[in-house]
């Protein structure tokens, strides 16, 4: 069963990266028979090996590579080596993740007609649209086991959400309910039902919430066409003298170099280091990185307007039982400019262990305020808020030459401010949630701001025009035909919804198009 | 309790006769830091007693929980007794120090109530040491699971069969 393909076998698919991106496009690849090889810098971790602790489960999963930061953003004070929080093992942050499922609104595939152009932000429209993402949301729904979707029901909801919900019914709100997620609300696809265990975030040990690491992956594998190589850290993508990509060179566990030779790359080592990857592969043919004439690699770094509110009450809440995000109000997501900015936001509940609570409720602060917030935990409720940001130029990632990793390659600099669009949302967005609180009788109200980015996109984006940006409609890159990016760096815009739907819908689009394209001869 | 932090066979007679006892923590010589009621003690190598008696304090004033004991806030500092922070604490210790005494006070410890400590405090608060201090804490005090149950936070739950049978949705003030 667990195929092996040699190093010099030029015929199979090399996917970069085993997340929600690469995870999916690998296994579907492998079942349309296409023999695959998947590299992934990251080890093994299965349900029975995962960690009800956030601090230990950080430290078995989360990408701790050396990375840097810029920019007026707080994350850069407060984390200045963690912009972002990535998992680092095979089914990438599918493992992390909280499974919120949204499609994308039909207009936000076009932000520049939409919204027109915004001083200072690089709005651009997709080159796909909503009617053409139809079915393939359809089947990410089926594959994920999206509630809500495809006649699941929707999960129950916890105290956290009842706390949420009566204050959004206060206000008026008219679109809240417990989201559509991916986890079971019944048995679904071979995964059990959730058992409200709390710790989404550092993996569903019942299997109950979707991750590639225990759906597509051991299924891609087990078609026989499916090669994971776990442990393996690609350094760089090599070409040959036509500048067609011919193969990769990774690092096994031991420091090894190795070379896997390629008929296609397809790149999905998520927002940060995919074009880090490109950057990295720079040649004397490719002085500025591969796929790069645009100029574009690395840029327009989204990483969603966010921000949390908790609140506290006089009555205990305990929102850290059961479902991490447990619900949603979907009313703020919608474009209006009479709000003072463009584009919408999502409201959903989340709620953070004890010991990341000390971390991330506001870091750096200390003394009474801080510490009479915290032993007031027990009666806290708390939500994320997540709205689309504005693609910005010189929002991006380039390479520190000062720092190396472990493999003496430069690490990705992670570059980002705010644009006034994203701070009018998110000032709007902390008034309504503290609103939602004070009607069911806040005390206190937090204003919590943005935690290490969870949701990267935007530095390898899709583009009609070869001219700004790095791939077209199938995520191939505009300069060479043998070279695809597969995860969340593809994004033109990045909408209001949380992105691994439309990543996963977006990698099953993929593999149909990669496959075709194979079969006639053309790749 | 963690090593090293054990009552020692300290009397209360002892710890009383030797102790200069300041915001709860008694420095007692002989290489130890206690608790005015024996409660626990630390016996410090590298470092001093007054300089672990301070960094104690210090925890304690920078996330103050009045229901978390101080043995969690020893066992949060205790890392500082080694070698390599030795000159370290000193220094840091030894500027908190001067600025007690600039204040009027003879040093961090005697200043007695918490709010002129906190003003001492504000005052290095950009410095590296008081900033290691602060950073470490988040995980060395707040990463102790003997004290979640004073917070109300259940810790691991899958052991249990999480919440669905246990109150996920059993809020009753709505
Ligand atoms: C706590 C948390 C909660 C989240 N909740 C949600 C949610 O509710 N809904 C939602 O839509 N999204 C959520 N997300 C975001 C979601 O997880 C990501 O959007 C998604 O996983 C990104 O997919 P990707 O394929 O781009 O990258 P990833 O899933 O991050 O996969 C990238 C993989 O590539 C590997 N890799 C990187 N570089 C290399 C290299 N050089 N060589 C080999 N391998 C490499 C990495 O180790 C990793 O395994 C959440 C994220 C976090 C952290
Ligand atoms: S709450 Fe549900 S989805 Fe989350 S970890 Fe528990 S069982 Fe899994």
């Known amino acids: 069963m667990a195929v092996k393909f040699d190093m010099s076998d030029d015929s199979v698919v090399v996917v970069i990266g085993t997340g929600a991106g690469g995870g999916v496009l690998s296994n579907e690849l492998a079942q349309k028979g296409v023999k695959v090889v998947a590299l992934e810098a990251g080890g093994r971790y299965l349900p029975e090996d995962y960690i009800n602790d956030e601090w230990e489960s950080f430290g078995q999963l989360a990408w701790v590579d050396p990375r840097t930061t810029s920019g007026d953003w707080r994350v850069s004070k407060d984390f200045p080596g963690l912009p ?76 956290n959400y009842k706390v949420f919900e009566a204050g959004a019914k206060a206000l008026g709100y008219k679109k809240v309910h417990t989201g559509r997620m991916a986890i079971n609300s019944a048995e679904y696809d071979n995964r059990n039902a959730c058992q409200q265990v709390g710790f989404c975030f550092q993996g569903c040990k019942f299997g109950a919430k979707w991750s590639a690491a225990y759906t597509d992956i051991p299924r891609g594998e087990a078609t026989g066409n499916l090669e994971v190589r776990e442990h393996s850290h690609v350094a760089r ?49 490719f002085p500025d990185g591969l796929a790069n004439s645009s100029g574009m690699v690395g840029r327009n770094y ?54 990341f609570m000390a971390a991330f409720l506001n870091p750096g602060a200390w003394g009474r305020s801080f510490t009479t917030a915290l032993d007031a935990y027990e009666n806290m409720a708390g939500m994320w808020l997540v709205g689309e940001d504005m693609p910005q130029e010189s929002n991006r990632v380039t390479l520190n030459p000062e720092v190396k990793d472990q493999w003496g390659l430069p690490v990705a600099n992670v570059n980002y401010s705010d644009h006034p669009n ?56 505009h300069d060479i035909a043998n070279l695809f990016i597969s995860d969340g760096s593809q994004f033109t815009t990045g909408a209001s ?27 | ?69 101080d043995e969690y806030y020893v066992i949060a500092v205790k890392g500082y007794d080694s070698a390599d922070k030795k000159a370290f604490v000193a220094q840091g210790v030894a500027r908190l120090d001067e600025l007690a005494q600039a204040a009027g006070n003879a040093s961090y410890l005697e ?64």
Not at chain 1, 92 to 116: D, P, V
Not at chain 1, 250 to 277: M, W
Not at chain 1, 449 to 462: E, F, I, Q
Not at chain 1, 497 to 518: C, F, G, K, S, Y
């Open chain 1, 497 to 523: 919804e949380n992105p691994t739907l439309t990543i996963v819908a977006l990698a099953i689009r993929q593999a149909d198009h990669i496959a075709d394209e194979m079969s006639k001869g053309n790749l």
């Open chain 2, 1 to 69: 309790m963690a090593e090293r932090i054990s009552n020692r066979n300290l009397t209360r007679r002892q710890l009383l006769q030797s102790s200069v006892a300041a915001g709860g923590i008694a420095v007692i010589g002989m290489g130890f830091v206690a608790a005015p009621d024996a409660a626990w003690a630390l016996e410090v190598t590298e470092i001093t007693e007054h300089q672990m008696a301070t960094l104690v304090q210090m925890a304690r004033d920078i996330y103050p929980h009045d229901r978390v004991a």
């Open chain 1, 422 to 477: 994203d701070i009018a949302m998110r000032e709007h967005a902390y008034r309504q949630g503290a609103a939602i609180y004070d009607a069911v009788g806040a005390t206190r109200i937090f204003p919590t701001p943005p935690y290490p980015s969870t949701h990267n996109l935007g530095t390898n984006r899709m583009s009609a025009d070869p001219k700004n940006g790095v791939v077209n409609k199938w995520g191939q890159t």
């Open chain 1, 302 to 355: 989204m990483r969603h307007m966010t921000g949390s509110v908790y609140a506290v009450f006089d009555k205990p809440v305990r929102m850290w039982r059961g479902t991490t995000m447990a619900g949603i109000i979907q009313d703020e997501a919608r474009h209006d400019p009479s709000r003072g900015f463009v584009g919408g936001y999502e409201m959903e509940t989340v709620s953070l262990g004890l010991p």
């Open chain 1, 237 to 285: 993508i090599v070409h040959d003298k036509r500048g067609k990509v011919s193969g990769v060179e990774y690092f096994d566990k031991d420091g090894n170099l190795h070379l896997q030779k390629a008929r296609i790359v397809c790149v999905a080592g998520n927002t940060i280091e995919s074009p880090r990857l490109l950057l990295n592969s720079a040649s004397a043919m």
């Open chain 2, 111 to 174: 200043t007695k109530w918490e709010e002129n400590r906190v003003a001492l405090l504000r005052q290095i608060e950009n410095d590296a040491f008081f900033q290691a201090v602060r950073g470490g804490l988040i995980t060395g005090l707040y990463n102790q699971k003997a004290i979640w149950p004073i917070f109300g936070y259940e810790g691991e739950s899958f052991s249990k069969g999480g919440y669905i049978h246990r109150g996920f949705d059993d809020i009753n003030w709505l």
């Open chain 1, 84 to 159: 972002a929080w990535i998992v680092k093992a095979v089914g990438g942050t599918t493992i992390h993740w909280a499974g919120a499922s949204l499609r994308f609104q039909e207009h936000e595939w076009k932000a520049l007609s939409t919204y027109g152009p915004v001083e200072g932000a690089n709005l651009l429209d997709w080159p796909i649209d909503a009617a053409e993402m139809a079915p393939y949301y359809t089947k990410a729904e089926n594959k994920l086991g999206v509630t809500r979707t495809g006649g699941r029901a929707g999960l129950p909801g916890n105290n």
